[in-house]
């Protein structure tokens, strides 16, 4: 018990310590919670996400709750650009999963599930401008696109480009939003 107190404690301050050096790429002083988690993995339909993207893994809170649901023939594309974050998720051990140490500007292909905690109005507008462009083309036909984002400020940004709903998570801190996201066919 105590051994995973000392682990916890260590990870919450190797966060922290990410969230000092780049606090507009981190986005929160805090990793998101486990319910915020559980929230975003229940927008997506399991029984048929193969092909799933995660935008900003971080420190792999959400990482490992998606590893969890998916079915064994899935596949994990995890986007991440932090070099110290990279290293730790590329020691994980999970043939599902590949991490691309580069920005979701390069997200390509097709997806059926794209999640992503993303702080999108910290990021400079051309960058977070092509990362939303880049999640709408790379959904499929019945994909979704589910991002997070402490403020509502983030909906007309969504909006250009998806058809949402969101859903409120008090559970974390700072309490969140969820928004579970379509395409729009003619953005």
Same mark, same amino acid.
């Given at each position: 018990?105590?051994?995973?107190?000392?682990?916890?404690?260590?990870?919450?301050?190797?966060?922290?310590?990410?969230?000092?050096?780049?606090?507009?790429?981190?986005?929160?002083?805090?990793?998101?919670?486990?319910?915020?988690?559980?929230?975003?993995?229940? %927008? *997506?339909?399991?029984?048929?996400?193969? #092909?799933?993207?995660?935008?900003?893994?971080?420190?792999?809170? $959400? @990482?490992?709750?998606?590893?969890?649901?998916?079915?064994?023939?899935?596949?994990?594309?995890?986007?991440?650009?932090?070099?110290?974050?990279?290293?730790?998720?590329?020691?994980?051990?999970?043939?599902?999963?590949?991490?691309?140490?580069?920005?979701?500007?390069?997200?390509?292909?097709?997806?059926?599930?794209?999640?992503?905690?993303?702080?999108?109005?910290?990021?400079?507008?051309?960058?977070?401008?092509?990362?939303?462009? %880049? *999640?709408?083309?790379?959904?499929?036909? #019945?994909?979704?696109?589910?991002?997070?984002?402490?403020?509502? $400020? @983030?909906?007309?940004?969504?909006?250009?480009?998806?058809?949402?709903?969101?859903?409120?998570?008090?559970?974390?801190?700072?309490?969140?939003?969820?928004?579970?996201?379509?395409?729009?066919?003619?953005?």
């Amino acid at each position: 018990m105590l051994a995973s107190a000392r682990t916890l404690m260590r990870e919450k301050a190797h966060f922290v310590q990410q969230f000092m050096r780049n606090p507009r790429s981190i986005g929160s002083i805090t990793p998101s919670s486990a319910a915020l988690c559980r929230t975003m993995c229940a %927008a *997506a339909r399991w029984d048929r996400s193969l #092909r799933i993207a995660e935008l900003g893994a971080g420190d792999g809170v $959400l @990482t490992r709750h998606i590893l969890q649901h998916m079915s064994p023939q899935a596949q994990l594309e995890v986007f991440e650009i932090s070099p110290q974050l990279v290293a730790a998720l590329s020691q994980w051990r999970d043939h599902r999963m590949q991490v691309r140490a580069c920005s979701a500007e390069h997200l390509s292909g097709e997806y059926d599930v794209i999640f992503s905690g993303l702080p999108l109005l910290s990021l400079p507008v051309s960058t977070r401008d092509a990362i939303l462009r %880049a *999640a709408h083309d790379a959904l499929g036909p #019945r994909g979704v696109f589910i991002q997070f984002q402490y403020t509502s $400020l @983030t909906q007309p940004l969504l909006s250009r480009y998806f058809t949402w709903q969101r859903q409120r998570v008090l559970k974390n801190f700072p309490p969140a939003w969820v928004y579970r996201c379509t395409r729009h066919y003619a953005p």
